[in-house]
């Protein structure tokens, strides 16, 4: 059991591409904590600095109480899951969970012992005599998962370890991954690309973009109140709706102009937004969620802007609209930029992750000349290219800076 | 427990705290903590050990800078694994890499070296030893000659007894040298036979024919050169050197005619008139060996002609194979054919057999005499003895060991080519031949034309393929080294190891350079094409 | 063309030509067991198809006949199998070494090392031998053991030949073993040398049998090196002993000289065999996923 401690870390590969940049963050003991961003943020490089992986540029890594810069992997006493989750071919289920204790040269008992309560605790008595190439894709993961565990290690670092897993296995993985750390109780160290995962899953999660930590959070925080605009963008799904817009002061009161309506502010914004008031007249960024757009017949009486409905997708319990208003969205870079490549130098096995939803969503709302993505409730009667009456709940709108991204908080 | 897959329906019980590690798993404790280190520590002792006492014996054999090589190459080895967790790829590429030097790098830099020295038969000494050489093998007869009683000392030891025959001079020759005795010391028995000083005993009988041999290697240095040789067994002269040495002005100088022989430069002592004296030694001279080729008509010819052949037989052979090898296997490569294994099998079989032994075999099945080819054709045919019937000899043989590579290669790469692409040819209206020339060919090609370059640089120093079959004959007419045969590399080998025209290593070295140009310019364009540098991120 | 509609009986034709192919790839093979077992020992005699059945000419590889000159056979049997077999161990066992500093190491000069290797391995083997001949001779001097006429100094001789050919290939199979593993196992605190023999060696199996395979068939085929460092024909190797069987005296020793090519195909066919289902897999690469 113990802490991990990122003070002021830098990562700069042997090409000059700086992966990871002044990066702290501290892992409470144990804590699930998830590392997330779009793929070649750093995330991963991260991570295999604390699995010793990685030499560390500049800035300490501390487990428990220990400074590990200078500590081999071995001596770091964690334990890592990954991706592919490197069984060895050759060597039985049963093999593969005491590998790292006959490394240790544990006694024999003990290493039957603990191969015996790892392999009941994930169900793979029956599969111990069998090769990897024998099992399923979710019974190899398990294997991974048991030879981190029989170790007892300080930390578990897991590098996207449900991401060769199909759709529906990787939601039953994510809920035993998360109980067995429960259980276990050890401090655990999470790498994804996927915001559902790290938001179902974590204690904390931690977003990273272009090797700079953004925002260490509860999940329900990083939803409700994200502190920029890449966090804004990249949590939640479909992602948040964000437009340049000016609020106009009038006396005491505020009042967001966006699309040539006029949607007051109440009084408990102002008060969550201490600094609103300083950007009055001034162009900002307006970010408001799918859910938090209506029809504007709902609300009747609410103030409201016209769309032009670009494209439909019917969900059944919901339905997702894609419509065009005359605001200018601000569109934020999700996609790699130069920082990847390190990641992927660096790590040359791994194959390119799939296509994420936010992607798809992106892509297909942009052929469509769409700026805005609204839930509507299902049965609603919408007609593709017919302009539709929308307004928004200006209770749960965020407020970025222009110029930093930073939310006006 | 461990080892192949069990029924999925084993019951908790049975693998119960039971697990032992496979053989596999376990060789990981081999190597670590104390195992692993005793292994490193007995290895490196032996290691030491073993180049220790060859650095002793260096050192005894005066070869100091060598053994302090030796001794230098030790230290890195210590230095390297004795060192803990440090310089790691080093402990894992030494062993690899020491091989390599000692026995691929050295040896090039050697020949490449060798190419720029004239270093032949009569030119492998080094000057100091081939000028002590000449004195040595030029010796004349003196004036003297004597009359010789062998015998023996105590310690068996031979010590000739000889008088002068004009002056009655006496001495005792011995292995160390001449010793002048007192004539009366010894005495003549009534048989006219010389009996020689005490402690002497004349060697008389089987016991002087015995030793017959001995006799007539025996020699008495003189001061000042020369010797004392024998003639049979009762007669002896003395020899004085033929040449000597002019420090000085670096000239071989005739005691007897005055002759000067003055150094050229090029490994020799001539004299004015070209006379050459017959040891010479190796000496730099410049690009003379490679030039040779172009301007010297007695190694252009042969040169020019093993070039030309080379190419030829090369050439033939990997078109001819890949030819027919690409027509059985398209022949083969039909779906549900019947035998297609077996047929393969078969006929891959020149394959598997090891290709010296099927050379050796067809030397003897294309005998000329009594080979069973000419047996069973109904005409003679001088397979091995006329020039143009052994070049289509070596080319035939070479095809048919060549072949079974091609079917092997021609199958797995018409195989992976998408049927798709064929079916589409045949529904746009292409008739079978316009299939094979513009769809299947061109795939087919892309996959094998980096391996065809590759075999055409594997034959194009196929040295057994030639060797073994005709010994690069036969002989041409020109009575050169190059046979008719012969191919650049047996040539090569011929000017360097094959004694009956006089070796010449250096000539030898320097087309061993022209073939290395060739082959690197051949496998460069193999290699870029497979584009193997791709995988060298 | 893959034309399904056609019958079976249109295929004579390619049965046909198959079969000419057939005979002519097997003759030679089949020759020799005829002459092998024929009764007429000499060339001459020889015909494809044997006139009566002996066993004499094996006999006469192993036993010295009456006046007739010693035999070696066996000696030479023996010599090839001893050094075919350690050049593939060794040949494998410092080649995967190497390998695997070049696949999983970074260190300065190991692009540049590759590319060294390559364009030695250029230089044909033959060019060398005049230096080869006098090191050896040089360090027999010193250590006689690795003299002229060992078979020691040849087996170190074809150990540094092929290494830079085997070395790319062990290297390309290695570097497709996904890292993971090496990581993984380092996690769990293995060190280089148990990655090594641990993780890697075993799941290059395919490759190392390959390379093995090819070092051993190699060693036995081989005859220019050995022809130079070899020089008593006790000491000799199989290809260098039946070519000076077959050269001195040609004619009569056909019958045993056919016995003992039947011998002497046996190691290298049992090679051939034994690691047949590697071959495929080693030299495609990147099997070993999952």
Known sequence: MAQVKFENVDKVFDNGVKAVANMSLDVRDGEFLVLVGPSGCGKTTALRMVAGLEAISSGTVSIGDTVVNNLTSKDRDIAMVFQNYALYPHLSVADNIAFGLRLRKEPKEKIAKQVEWAATMLDLVPYLNRRPKELSGGQRQRVAMGRAIVREPKVFLMDEPLSNLDAKLRVQMRAEIANLQKQLGTTTIYVTHDQVEAMTMGDRVAVMSMGVLQQVAEPQVLYDAPANIFVAGFIGTPPMNMFEATVEKDGDSLALNLAGARFALAKDREWRYPRLSQYAERKIVVGIRAEDVHAAEAKPGWPSVVGRLGLMEALGSSQIGYLNIDATKVAVAIQPKAPDDATANAKPAKGAPAPRAEDLHTEAASSFVTNLVAIFPPRLPLKLGTDVRITIDTANIHFFDAQTGEALR | MTGQATSDRISRSDVSSTYRPSWLARLLSLFSGTGGLIVKIVLLSLLNAMVGWAVIVLFAQDRIVWALGTLAVLGVFDFVYLRPNK????????????????????????????????????????????????????????????????????????????????????????????????PASIQVDEFGDVVPPAGLTALVGDDLFGADAELAAFEVPLEGGGAIK??????????????????????????????????????????????????????????????????????????????????AF?????????????????????????????????????????????????????NDDYGLINKLLPFDVPWLFDPWWARVSVILVSVWLTTPYFLLVCMGALQAIPGELVEAARVDGAGRWQVFRKVTLPLLLVVVTPLIIASFAYNFNNFNNVFLLTGGGPTSSDQSVAGATDILISYTYKLAFEAGKGQDYG??????????????????????RSKALENMK | ????????????????????????????????????????????????????????????????????????????????????????????????????????????????????????????????????????????????????????????????????????????????????????????GATPAQIFWGVILPLAVPVLSVVGMFAFVGTLNEFMTASVLLETVDNFTLPLGLQAYISTNFEENWGSFAAGVLIAQIPAIVGFVFVQKYIIAGLTQGSVKG
């Open chain 2, 507 to 528: 000539l030898a070295s320097a087309i061993s350079i022209y073939i290395f140009f060739i082959v690197a310019a051949m496998s460069a364009s193999g290699f870029l």
């Open chain 2, 230 to 311: 024998t003639e049979g067994i009762s007669g002896a002269y003395d020899s004085v050197p033929g040449l000597e040495y002019d420090l000085a002005r670096d000239v071989m100088i005739a005691t007897d005619t005055g002759i000067e022989y003055t150094d050229n430069g090029r490994g020799s002592f001539v004299t004015s008139s070209g006379e050459e004296l017959v040891v010479g030694w190796r000496e730099y001279i410049g690009f003379e060996n490679f030039t040779a080729v172009v301007t010297n008509p007695l190694v252009r010819a042969p040169f020019l002609r093993a070039f030309a052949w080379t190419i």
């Open chain 2, 87 to 182: 310089l790691l790829p080093a402990k894992f590429i030494l062993p690899g890499s020491v091989l390599l030097i000692a026995y691929l790098i050295v040896p090039i830099f050697f020949t490449i070296n060798t190419a720029f020295q004239r270093y032949s038969t009569s030119h492998v000494l080094t000057k100091a030893e081939a000028i002590s050489t000449n004195i040595e093998q030029n010796v004349v007869q003196g004036e003297k000659f004597f009359l010789m009683t062998p015998s023996r000392d105590t310690s068996g030891a031979l010590v000739l007894v000889l008088v002068d025959d004009t002056t009655g001079q006496t001495y005792l020759g011995r292995e160390s040298g001449l010793e002048e005795i007192d």
């Open chain 2, 314 to 366: 090369a050439a033939s052979t990997v078109l001819l194979s890949f030819t027919i090898g690409l027509f059985l296997a398209k022949l083969l490569d039909k779906p549900k054919f019947r035998f297609k294994r077996l047929y393969r099998s078969l006929l891959i079989v020149p394959y598997a057999v090891p290709g010296f032994l099927s050379l050796l075999v067809f030397k003897g099945l294309l």
């Open chain 3, 1 to 188: 063309m893959n034309d399904p509609t056609k019958r079976r009986g249109d295929d004579w034709w390619r049965h046909l030509i198959l079969w000419v192919a057939i005979a002519l790839a097997v003759f030679p093979p089949l020759y020799v067991i005829t002459a092998a077992f024929n009764a007429d020992q000499t060339l001459s005699g020889t015909s494809f198809l044997p006139r009566s059945f002996t066993l004499e000419n094996f006999k006469g590889l192993f036993v010295q006949k009456e006046g007739g000159a010693e035999v070696f056979f066996v000696r030479w049997f023996r010599a090839s199998i001893i050094i075919a077999l350690l050049n593939a161990f060794f040949t494998v066992f410092i080649g995967a070494l190497s390998a695997y500093a070049f696949s999983r190491f970074r260190f300065r000069g190991r692009r540049m090392g590759m590319l060294f290797l390559l364009l030695i391995q250029m230089f044909p083997g033959l060019l060398n031998l005049v230096a080869i001949y006098l090191i050896v001779l040089r360090t027999g001097e010193v250590v006689p053991a690795l003299g002229l006429n060992k078979l020691t100094a040849l087996l170190l001789v074809y150990l540094s030949g092929a290494m830079s050919i085997n070395l790319w290939l062990m290297k390309g199979f290695f570097d497709s073993i996904p890292t993971e593993l090496d990581e993984s196992a380092r996690v769990d």
